[in-house]
């Protein structure tokens, strides 16, 4: 009897303002987690200048050279999306390049063939693999990348 005469008089609206003013801020904060996970997990297109960027700074680069016709790559594109996506490696950055129209960076990098996955840490080369499908061998490379 009483609830119903507060609601009736306006005085439970306030808290049920707060109530779902808490809802909102909780629905917002856990929209921008997600966010921030599906953006940590999506590879970019490489960039020079986003490369060098990150090895100034110290950050863990993965730097993936694919080919859309390539099944190997195709086989590999799955794993390293999903460990991009772990909180153990949120801070690795993978960098795509594209086999076929990216010639000047498959130079820089010494690469002859598609499937190749390149780590690095601080600017320098920490480990490279050419073909390698298997989740493990491509986390160890993700390891040795964040580590």
Request: proline share 5%; charged share 20%; with cysteine.
């Amino acid at each position: 009897m009483l609830a119903s005469l507060a609601r009736r008089d306006g005085l439970a609206a306030p808290n049920q303002e707060k109530a779902m003013n808490a809802r909102k801020l909780m629905t917002l904060g856990a929209l921008a987690l997600v966010s921030h996970l599906a953006m940590a997990a999506t590879p970019k297109a490489f960039s020079q200048q986003e490369f060098d960027s990150l090895n100034r700074a110290g950050k863990p680069v993965v730097v993936d050279v694919s080919a859309v016709w390539c099944p190997t790559c195709k086989a590999q594109k799955p794993i390293v999306e999903s460990l991009a996506g772990k909180p153990a490696y949120q801070d690795v950055t993978v960098l795509r390049v594209d086999f076929d129209s990216e010639k000047p960076v498959l130079k820089e990098f010494s690469v002859a063939s598609q499937s190749t996955l390149i780590a690095f840490k601080g600017g320098k080369e920490t480990a490279r693999s050419v073909g390698d499908t298997t989740p493990a061998g491509i986390q160890g490379l993700f390891d040795k990348a964040a580590k």
